[in-house]
């Protein structure tokens, strides 16, 4: 991109749309709801029912921590089966999405906070194509994954964020995918199969998280530290969350917000997903 010429010929690639297309922050939990049949899955799959058919997906995966910012851009993004012992029918899976390297390079003009490397080794990690392969079985619709900067705080994820914006006229369905409470150490083996099971902090911060975002309060889960001894037990690495960070810089003043698979797992992980708009 050496031009204005060559520069407008890309970010004409996705025109805009005529409505805005919303936000979703996905609790993904377990790669096993990237095969089973659950409540869950069955909420992806509507959801994607109720929502307009994107143009492209772009995704940030818990799974892609990296030092600075990359982007996806292959045309065939791989399918990434990164988790240990489980079920090989699991690691049988494959999506193959195609990748969009156009978008990818609007996206990285978007992001003037950051300097983003275009990538062409990563894929699709199961923080997306367990969702997405429910939402989008047949694999037509093009999907990428951002990375997350992990030398920088949350306020510049947030604000990070908000430089992706414009890609919601142009009917990219940006989703943060990991968990609002995930703390895989305390997990409750015992109770995986027992319904909405939460300790009572982790379903205290939940109710928290889901109080701040419907007040359109953010800065308190930017500063999440300052909440207290429940959100450190809940967040005890912040991969998972920072997700959720993305997507709440997304939103826009008028948006409604709305939540869905708010359920609490094995004591210590709570699979509660967001829309925006």
Not at 94 to 121: F, R
Not at 127 to 153: E, N
Not at 220 to 230: D, F, R, V, W
């Amino acid at each position: 991109m050496n031009s204005l010429p060559e520069f407008r010929k890309f970010t004409d690639g996705l025109e805009e749309q005529g409505t805005l297309m919303p936000v979703l922050f996905v609790g993904h939990g377990s790669p096993m709801n990237g095969i089973q049949d659950n409540e869950f899955s069955r909420r992806w799959k509507t959801m994607a029912k109720e929502i307009p058919t994107p143009s492209a997906v772009l995704v940030v995966s818990a799974h892609w921590f990296t030092r600075g910012t990359k982007i996806t851009a292959m045309n065939f993004p791989k399918t990434i089966h990164d988790f240990g012992g489980f079920p090989q029918a699991l690691f049988d899976v494959q999506y193959p999405a195609p990748g969009n390297p156009v978008l990818a390079k609007e996206t990285v003009s978007l992001l003037h906070s950051a300097q983003v490397e275009l990538d062409h080794d990563w894929g699709l990690d199961h923080g997306t194509w367990t969702i997405v392969r429910h939402m989008y079985p047949d694999a037509k619709i093009p999907v990428l994954q951002l990375s997350i900067d992990y030398t920088k705080g949350p306020q510049y994820h947030f604000d990070l964020a908000k430089e992706l914006y414009a890609l919601r006229r142009k009917g990219v369905l940006i989703i943060g995918s990991g968990n609002m409470v995930h703390n895989l150490r305390m997990v409750a083996w015992d109770k995986m199969d027992v319904p909405n099971y939460g300790y009572e902090w982790a379903n205290s911060l939940n109710d928290t998280f889901k109080n701040l975002i419907s007040a359109g309060d953010f800065q308190p889960m930017i500063n999440y530290t300052t909440l207290g001894k429940e959100a450190l037990l809940a967040i005890p690495t912040p991969e998972h969350y920072l997700p959720l960070l993305y997507s709440l810089g997304l939103k826009g003043s008028k948006d409604p917000v709305s939540f869905f698979n708010d359920r609490a797992v094995a004591g210590s992980l709570t699979m509660t997903s967001v829309k925006i708009g």
